[in-house]
């Protein structure tokens, strides 16, 4: 029962964060320039979110779901105004200054892993994903068991932080070949992905007061 819980929240870890959004775009730019260990605590800060909203909807925590409900606009906003600010930085971000950063070990890890938690705890919908999920792979704890909530919980995380661990490996594999040049166009184009996104997300909320 107990590895079985695990095992599915593993899974559950995995399909949550396989999805390349933002997050995503954000990890692999900070991978090719700052760096493996940049884009994977990066990616560890979408983990423990992740394990935050798993572990919402494993304990049945129906309170703070209905508070999420009311306060989606919210959120909503706020999230959206935080991927545009960082898609604005990583746009005029110089990667000439990130390489010689990284070569002096200036790296603020702290940040990147924050930023990222900030940007993946202001979207709790998906707190609906991981009930979704646990409901689809069968991840039900009788009783309200905690040390089995705890168990499937532990799952989501170590599923995330494989997940991250792949993805920034792989990227850091290719790092090596790319030019300064090439860097360039990756923060511009991710940088105008991730605003763009936040902008929409943004829009999106204006129309529903506009209408």
């Known amino acids: 029962m107990v590895l079985t819980l695990l095992i599915k929240g593993i899974i559950v870890g995995l399909l949550a964060s396989i999805p390349l959004g933002p997050i995503g775009i954000i990890c692999i730019q900070r991978t090719i320039n700052k760096g493996k260990l940049s884009g994977f605590l990066s990616g560890m800060g979408a983990a423990s979110a992740d394990t935050i909203f798993a572990a919402i909807a ?13 306060q ?5 906003a ?3 105004l935080i991927v545009f600010g960082l898609g604005i930085k990583i746009f005029y971000t110089n990667p000439v200054r990130q390489l010689r950063r990284h070569k002096r070990k200036q790296n603020n890890l702290l940040e990147d892993y924050l930023s990222v938690l900030l940007v993946t705890i202001t979207n709790p919908l998906a707190v609906f994903l991981f009930i979704a999920l646990f409901a689809s792979l069968g991840v039900v704890v009788e009783g309200e068991n905690i040390l089995l909530s705890l168990v499937a919980t532990s799952g989501v995380l170590i599923g995330a932080m494989l997940w991250w661990y792949i993805l920034t490996t792989l990227v850091d594999i290719f790092r090596d070949k790319f030019r300064l040049k090439q860097l360039w166009w990756i923060n511009k184009l991710s940088g105008a992905v991730i ?6 997300a943004i829009f999106g909320l204006l129309r529903l007061f506009w209408e």
């Open 58 to 70: 494993g304990f049945s925590l129906s309170f703070i779901i209905s508070f999420i409900q009311e």
């Open 72 to 76: 989606q606009v919210f959120f909503q």
């Open 78 to 80: 706020v999230g959206g």
């Open 195 to 200: 605003f763009t996104l936040g902008a929409v």
